[in-house]
């Protein structure tokens, strides 16, 4: 299917929309990438990435782009739009990521890898690259998931629970830095009123979710969803008996979870250990 198109002939697919306003901008204000780089001081080679779509930079630089050209607000909108667009993400997620969006509620369970919504930039980029996500397509494919984590924050974020398999918080990145930061902003994370933390500890034992990563999504019209998920691929499943069997499993695992604050205490440990280790 082609793109749409607007009356004014401009695209309306958030990321190309973006890209269009950059590049008319640029030319009718007559800067070079080079002049462009100069006078807002980055290097110019992030502006061009950004006119040939392989990035959309940062909200910083998109609201000194609107003070540079006098379109206040207009870029930032652009951006947070772009930002925002499942369509970033591969064809299999983009179902999921546009239901995530409207959940009233989520819960969820890691095996072995912290939820996208709770990732640093640092860890997002290790996790992809360690599955084979290379090149440009990391770059989107890293800012598209640390664009997640604004679904949890400000006045209307919907509740969410994880509980993290111990696994998850013994696996530290190759990066020692870039690990205590992840700590230093699960810990933070596990401090917002919308946010529940529970740690599920080794000794727990077997139980029905020991190899299946999942996020229940409660979505507005009363119905729930499941996302499941492995190293090699992922799974939405919106049956109403399957979702339930796997809801009966997650409220078992979260019976064998510790308890909120001794979850909290047992991450601020971790980053105590990862903090007392030398760097590399």
Known sequence: MPPR?????????????FVEELRLLRAQK???LRQLGDVLGWDWSLFGKMESGQTIGGPEVAEALDQHYGTPGLLLTLWELAAADPTQFKERYRRYMTLEAE????????????????QTEGYAHEVLKVGGTKGEELTRQVEARVG???????????????????????????????W????????????????TL??????????GLVS?????????????????????????????????RLQRAYDAVRDLALSPAESRRFVMRMLE????EPST
């Open 5 to 17: 198109r607007a009356v004014t002939g401009r695209s309306q697919e958030p990321r190309q929309r």
């Open 30 to 32: 007559g800067d070079s």
């Open 103 to 118: 959940a009233l509620s989520l819960w969820h369970y890691a095996v072995s890898v912290l939820p996208g919504t709770l």
């Open 148 to 178: 997640r984590r604004k679904l949890l924050t400000g006045e209307d974020a919907p509740p969410f629970r994880t509980i993290l398999s111990e696994a998850v918080l013994r696996t530290p990145l190759d990066d020692a830095e870039e």
């Open 180 to 195: 205590r930061k992840q700590l230093e902003h699960l810990a933070e994370a596990a401090e917002r009123p919308n946010l």
């Open 198 to 207: 529970q740690v599920l500890p080794h000794d727990a034992g077997p139980h």
């Open 212 to 244: 299946t990563a999942v996020m229940f999504l409660r979505l507005p019209d009363g119905r729930t969803v499941a996302y499941t998920e492995n190293a090699h691929r992922g799974e939405l499943i919106e049956e109403t008996s399957s979702v339930e």
């Open 273 to 276: 250990e990862a903090s007392c």
